[in-house]
């Protein structure tokens, strides 16, 4: 079975532009929740959505969005990109039964300049 | 709010050696999960072990077990015959049942010696 899958895996972006990232999740995993590591902050939830609707978020500010799609795949946006944002952004899958087991991607790095 | 600390920055262990490393949270819940990631170089987590809080028996995979103290909120990993693709960050972590946030403790980098 393929892994949880993220793209792009590197990039860099002005400051002020917007970014989206994507995540195609492990095949059956309904769930998909996002993460944000950087050195200073350690690993963040971001949000967590299962068929479609968002089930929990974290304490990050309105610039960052994300949403799912009728195949699990996900994306998440972040708008008016600041110095502070460059992190490793992290995806993981989960099924049902899993016992709120997380499956992660290799995650993408944003470098914002 | 649920929080999870790992007091231990950094820890040492010499190859084939046991090492073990802390973690304690804080929860109003009575049911939840706990769990111990490693993070490799690659920066690929990887699942190393899960414990349910209902059950009272310490969780173990291979050389990996853990210490689950329920009323101190403790949850320790213990690594057996530590090997040298032991060496990663090892991050604790917690999970309300019913939903799927995952709360992670700040880390400990494990180096293995040979």
């Known amino acids: 079975k393929a892994g949880v899958t993220q793209t792009p895996r590197y990039l860099i972006k002005t400051r002020g532009q917007q970014v989206t990232l994507s995540c195609s999740p492990i095949?059956?995993?309904?769930?998909v929740s996002w993460y944000q590591q950087t050195p200073g902050q350690g690993l963040q939830f971001l949000f967590e959505y299962f068929s479609e609707t968002q089930r929990n978020k974290g304490n990050f500010p309105g610039r960052f969005s994300g949403r799912q799609f009728s195949n699990s795949r996900s994306e998440m946006n972040v708008s008016t990109l600041e110095l502070g944002d460059s992190a490793l952004y992290l995806c993981?899958?989960?099924?049902?039964?899993?016992?709120?087991?997380?499956?992660f991607g290799e995650g993408s790095w944003l470098t914002v300049v | 709010a649920q929080t999870v600390t790992q007091s231990q920055p950094e820890m040492s262990v010499q190859e084939a050696e046991t090492v073990t490393l802390s973690c304690t949270y804080d929860t109003s819940e009575s049911d939840y999960y706990l769990f111990w990631y490693k993070q490799p170089p690659s920066r690929q987590m990887i699942l190393v072990i899960r414990?349910?809080?209902?059950?009272?028996q310490n969780a173990t995979e291979n050389r990996f077990s853990v210490n689950f103290q329920k009323a101190a909120k403790s949850f320790s990993l213990k690594i057996s015959d530590s090997q040298l693709g032991d060496a990663a960050m090892y991050f604790c972590?917690?999970?309300?049942?019913?939903?799927?946030?995952?709360?992670f403790g700040a880390g400990t980098r494990l180096f293995v010696k040979a």
């Open positions: 095949s059956g995993h309904r769930s």
């Open positions: 993981a899958s989960s099924p049902m039964d899993s016992g709120n087991t997380i499956y």
């Open positions: 414990q349910e809080a209902y059950k009272q």
């Open positions: 972590a917690y999970s309300n049942t019913g939903g799927f946030k995952t709360i």
